[in-house]
């Protein structure tokens, strides 16, 4: 089992800056895969941006130079940092963990909201 909490949402302007963080029931090391995902009101649930156990970052291309993932493996923490933000950024967003044992399990946090508008 992964519970995840996922903090650091909010209001902020267009070309504003905001980073999301995700705290980790356990150590992160051991963990397959995270990632944060986006729901805007109407639409699918997408990708964002994950990393993989060894290290390799994945991103929407929407988000690509904008944003960055990273893992605190300290603090057992993964991070969103969000820059140069879009009101088309705005969504819930909801932190990921993939992980095995035995077949691979999905485990999702709460959700928090990040709104970009003047």
């Known amino acids: 089992q992964v519970q995840l909490v996922e903090s650091g949402g909010g209001l902020v302007q267009p070309g504003g800056s905001l980073r999301l963080s995700c705290a980790v029931s356990?150590?992160?090391?051991?963990?397959?895969?995270l990632g944060w995902y986006r729901q805007a009101p109407g639409k699918q649930r997408e990708m964002v941006a994950r990393?993989?156990?060894?290290?390799?970052?994945n991103y929407a291309d929407s988000v690509k130079g904008r944003f960055a993932i990273s893992r605190d493996t300290a603090n057992n923490t993964l991070h969103l940092q969000m820059s140069s933000l879009k009101p088309e950024d705005t969504a819930v967003y909801y932190c990921?963990?993939?992980?095995?044992?035995?077949?691979?399990?999905?485990?999702w946090g709460q959700g928090t909201q990040v709104t970009v508008s003047s």
């Open positions: 990921n963990a993939v992980d095995f044992s035995g077949a691979f399990f999905n485990y």
């Open positions: 990393i993989i156990s060894g290290g390799n970052t």
């Open positions: 356990r150590s992160i090391v051991s963990i397959y895969a």
